[in-house]
């Protein structure tokens, strides 16, 4: 059963940084993308950033210039390196699995982790 796993949330002064990993296992022979979202409480889940199949990365305007991500595809894994942080970053991250190829078990489906929280103080 493929699951997804976000882990590095932590609390740290606007300024800092954090570093979030996202592993997701149970996958085998199957092409995917994996994306970052966040969410606060009462608020509607926001993307952040995601590498297409090309191997381009795309942002939110929001982080662009301050987060960077990037994956191990061996490991089926995805990081986002998140700098110069600020307290509007404070939210609940998510890592998805999405886009599955058509020959892919999860074809046409998404998976969620159960996201990591990260808080800035100001």
């Known amino acids: 059963q493929l699951q997804v796993v976000e882990s590095g949330g932590g609390s740290v002064q606007a300024g800092g940084s954090l570093r979030l990993s996202c592993t997701a296992t149970?996958?085998?022979?199957?092409?995917?993308?994996m994306s970052w979202y966040r969410q606060v409480a009462e608020k509607e889940r926001e993307f952040v950033s995601t590498?297409?199949?090309?191997?381009?990365?795309r942002y939110a305007e929001s982080v662009k210039g301050r987060f960077t991500v990037s994956q191990d595809n061996a490991k089926n894994t995805m990081f986002l390196q998140m700098n110069s942080l600020k307290p509007e970053d404070t939210a609940m991250y998510y890592c998805?699995?999405?886009?599955?190829?058509?020959?892919?078990?999860?074809?046409?489906?998404?998976?969620w982790g159960k996201g990591t929280l990260v808080t800035i103080s100001s």
């Open positions: 998805a699995a999405l886009r599955f190829n058509s020959a892919c078990p999860y074809y046409g489906r998404v998976y």
């Open positions: 149970g996958i085998s022979d199957c092409t995917y993308t």
């Open positions: 590498v297409v199949s090309d191997g381009t990365a």
